[in-house]
């Protein structure tokens, strides 16, 4: 039997090398004046991988399942070790083509299913935790940025863009194999007497497969519960530090210095907020999210003190990622554990969407009404559809817990 704090390390160890990818960002300019490329031409290559991130998922959720967390982490090591070593050649002729197809295409792919390979492992093995569990691995992803970001600027000031990849490839390569290599399904049940001390008062989840999930009018409204966190959330992470600058008259450094934090937040939220899930409960958690991003968007459209604006960011920033790491959990909570990788991405395919809709969104009615702030308006409007969402999950599915405990009794 493996050890599964030995287990949870591994997939922080495969999320804290694919999280690299939200430190793009250090990399665009020094891209943009080497290779000559625009700024849209740059930031592009990232949308591309997040789009790819989302598809993987959520084509490639059944191979996870079928062939188990092993195989799909090396899977994973592979298309994100091509893609950085692609890059790599890339920059060194100077193509913006084998950019897109080694960064955003290949390393995209190894994105995805290094996202969803450890999650429903490590819910296996926290059986009585699943928020807990799930929000670890997630943590890694939050985090990732605050490491790669200065590693890659001191690798890009030191040896240049191209051996910044070729670097970071072997070091992503060898960290991702090793953590791959131990991941593996609990051989039996574990803590079944914790497991079920914590379950005593529910029914047990039927355990869906992912095509009868995807029948299910419930798969559809987490779906747009988490497009509508991510779109909101990516969107303001995109312009946060432009946006400080203009709309509070902040320093470049005193946003910088926000930028900093906010990916501290985006970490410790992933955790934080997954942990009191296992308490509070999932519905009522993203209720919780809904009902705080509502006021937050709203307030951050009005503000015009500094100390104010970045509270309301890391406020959002923290629901943001907790809306990410509580949705593997609220997944099984419904739908069961037997095919969560599969169903996981599936939901993750919002993410990809997300991505590209959140930014594009943004920057059109910012360059349309020259303000943020009815951008703002807008991503208030929307959580106020997925809180009434949220309130109609929270109340259907808790009035069929108590038909089927009901019925248990009888």
Request: charged share 10%.
């Amino acid at each position: 039997m493996k050890n599964r704090w030995l287990i949870a390390l591994s997939a922080v160890g495969i999320h804290i090398c694919i999280g690299s990818v939200y430190a793009w960002s250090v990399l665009t300019k020094p891209i943009m004046e080497q290779m000559g490329f625009s700024l849209q031409e740059t930031t592009w290559t990232f949308s591309l991988a997040i789009l790819f991130l989302g598809l993987s998922a959520g084509f490639m959720g059944t191979f996870v399942e079928k062939y188990g967390p092993r195989i799909s982490g090396f899977t994973s090591t592979a298309f994100f070790g091509i893609g950085m070593f692609g890059t790599a050649l890339a920059l060194y002729l100077h193509s913006l083509p084998l950019l897109y197809i080694c960064y955003g295409v290949i390393g995209g792919i190894g994105l995805g299913i290094g996202y969803i390979t450890p999650v429903s492992t490590l819910v296996k093995y926290f059986p009585e935790k699943r928020g807990f569990a799930t929000g670890l691995a997630i943590m890694g992803f939050g985090f990732a940025s605050l490491i790669a970001g200065p590693v890659m600027q001191i690798l890009t000031a030191n040896f240049g863009l191209v051996e910044n990849f070729l670097i970071l490839g072997c070091v992503y390569a060898v960290i991702m194999s090793a953590s791959s290599a131990y991941l593996a399904p609990p051989q039996q049940p574990v803590n079944i007497l914790n497991a079920a001390k914590s379950t005593a008062a529910k029914p047990a989840t039927r355990q869906y497969t992912v095509g009868e999930a995807m029948k299910d009018w419930k798969f559809y409204a987490l779906w747009w519960v988490f497009f509508t966190n991510i779109t909101c959330g990516i969107g303001l992470l995109a312009v946060a530090s432009p946006m400080a600058q203009e709309v509070v008259n902040m320093s470049p450094l005193a946003a910088a210095s926000m930028v900093g934090v906010i990916g501290l937040i985006n970490g410790f939220g992933r955790i934080a907020w997954s942990t009191v899930s296992d308490y509070l409960g999932r519905r009522n958690t993203y209720v919780l999210f809904f009902f705080i991003e509502i006021f937050a968007f709203y307030a951050l459209a009005n503000t015009t003190d500094a100390f104010f604006f970045q509270l309301l960011v890391l406020i959002i920033v923290s629901c943001y990622g907790g809306g990410f790491s509580c949705m593997p959990a609220y997944l099984s909570d419904l739908f069961g554990t037997k095919q969560l990788s599969a169903i996981h991405g599936r939901i993750l395919t919002a993410w990809g969407m997300a991505g590209i809709a959140g930014p594009l969104l943004l920057s059109f009615i910012r360059e349309t009404t020259q303000s943020y702030a009815l951008c703002l308006y807008v991503f208030a409007g929307m959580f106020i559809v997925s809180l009434i969402i949220a309130i109609i999950l929270k109340v259907k599915t808790s009035r069929r817990e108590q038909l089927v405990s009901r019925d248990m009794t009888i």
